[in-house]
C-alpha cells in the first residue's frame, strides 16, 4: 500500500469508478488507482466531493489535511475495528497504576536504546566527532542504568527528558554546521533541521493515530503519556521508539543535499520549508513511511493481544435488575 500527497493549489478532486481523477479548472488533468493506495494527504487548497471521502473511508483508506504554515494535521479516519471490547479493556489497563508503570520502562528503555544505538553506529562512520558522540553515549548509558529504578511515571519522564538531551548534544554534533543545529527546538522550530524534524514527528504521528484507530483502540488514551486534553497519547506511546528513523531520514536528506537551505525560510512563525521542498520531502519520505507502518501495526498487534476482554459482571448482561 502507498500514499498520495497532494499539495498543489486549485486541483478539484472526484471518484470515477475505482480511480481518483484529478481536475484543474474544470479539465481531466490526470488519475490515480484507488487500490493500492493506504493514506491521502492534502494540502493547500484542494476541493473533493462528499462522496469521494465516502468511498475513501469504505476502502479503509485515511485522509490526512496539513493546515496552514505549520502543517497542522486534521484526520478523516477509515472505519474503525468493530470490537469494541478492545477499547474497554485499554481503558481498564489504562487505571493500573502497576501495568502502566511497566509499559512506561520498557518504552522508555526501548527509545534510548534506539538512540543509543543510532549514535554508536554514527561514532563508527563520524571519526572527527567521536569525541563528543563517545561523551554522548556515556550519558545515556548511565541514564538508561537507572530505568528500573524508577516507580512513578513523572520519574520516567525525567529519565525520558535527561537522555534525550544527552542524545540530541551528540545529535547535534553530526549536523552539517550550515544548518546552525545545537539542540532541538520546536512551537516554533528555528532552524531547517528543527522544522524537518517537526514536520516528520507530524507525519508519523498521524500515522500512528490512523493505525490505533484501524485496530480498534483510542488514541487518546495512552499508559505512559496519561490524559491530556486535546492529546493523542496513546500514539505518543507507540511513536517514542520511533522518532530516532526520523531523525535519521531528516539528517541525511541534508547530507545528500536532497534539501538546502534555500528551500527554508524563516519568519516570526519559525522555520519552515517551502513548496518546492516540500514537494522533494514527499518525495523522499514514503519510502521511510512504509517501513514505519510496517512497524507502528506491529506495535498495535502486540498491544492489542494484551487487551483481552475481561468478562462484564453477569448481573449487567442479564437484565435482571431492569
Known amino acids: 500500500m502507498s500514499s498520495l500527497y497532494i499539495d498543489r493549489r486549485g486541483v478539484e478532486l472526484e471518484a470515477d469508478g475505482e480511480a481518483l481523477v484529478f481536475r484543474e479548472n474544470g479539465e481531466r488533468i490526470g488519475t490515480v488507482p484507488l487500490a493500492p493506495l493506504s493514506r491521502i494527504f492534502l494540502r493547500g487548497d484542494v476541493r473533493l466531493q462528499s462522496s469521494l471521502l465516502g468511498k ?13 504554515r505549520k502543517a497542522e494535521p486534521t484526520l478523516l ?3 474503525p475495528h468493530n470490537d469494541a471490547m478492545r477499547r474497554i479493556s485499554q481503558y481498564r489497563l489504562s487505571q493500573d497504576t502497576d501495568f502502566c508503570l511497566n509499559f512506561a520502562r520498557n518504552l522508555v528503555q526501548r527509545k534510548l536504546a534506539s538512540q543509543h544505538d ?3 553506529a554514527r561514532r563508527e562512520h563520524e571519526l572527527e566527532h567521536r569525541y563528543e558522540l563517545t561523551l554522548a553515549l556515556r550519558k545515556l548509558d548511565g541514564i538508561m542504568a537507572h530505568i ?33 543545529f545545537s539542540q532541538r527546538n520546536r512551537r516554533p522550530p528555528r532552524d531547517p533541521l528543527n522544522a524537518l524534524l517537526s514536520l516528520g514527528y507530524t507525519l ?25 486534553f486535546g492529546r493523542e497519547s496513546l500514539a505518543c506511546d507507540v511513536v517514542e521508539p520511533l522518532r530516532v528513523a526520523v531523525d535519521a531520514f531528516a539528517l ?9 537551505i534555500e528551500d527554508f525560510s524563516t519568519t516570526e512563525s519559525g522555520c519552515l520549508l517551502g513548496k518546492a521542498g516540500r514537494a522533494k520531502f514527499y518525495g523522499a519520505w514514503e519510502t521511510l ?26 448481573s449487567s448482561l442479564s437484565g435482571e435488575e431492569f
Open 118 to 120: 543510532f549514535l554508536a
Open 148 to 180: 528500573g529504578e524508577k516507580s512513578t511515571l513523572a520519574a520516567l519522564l525525567g529519565v525520558e527528558g535527561a537522555g534525550a538531551a544527552a542524545y540530541f548534544e551528540g545529535f547535534a554534533a553530526i549536523a552539517p554546521p550550515r544548518l546552525k
Open 289 to 314: 513511511a512504509e517501513k514505519l507502518r510496517k512497524q507502528l501495526n506491529s506495535q498495535v498487534d502486540e498491544l492489542s493481544a494484551q487487551f483481552m476482554p475481561t468478562a462484564l459482571p453477569q
Open 204 to 228: 508519523l504521528q498521524a500515522e500512528a493515530v490512523l493505525a490505533l484507530y484501524g485496530a480498534g483502540l483510542d488514541p487518546y488514551i495512552g499508559f505512559y503519556h496519561q490524559l491530556d
Open 252 to 260: 541525511e536528506l541534508f547530507r545528500q543535499d536532497i534539501l538546502r
Open 77 to 79: 479516519m477509515a472505519r
Open 56 to 68: 475513501l473511508g469504505e476502502r479503509g483508506i485515511g485522509v490526512i489535511i496539513l493546515s496552514g
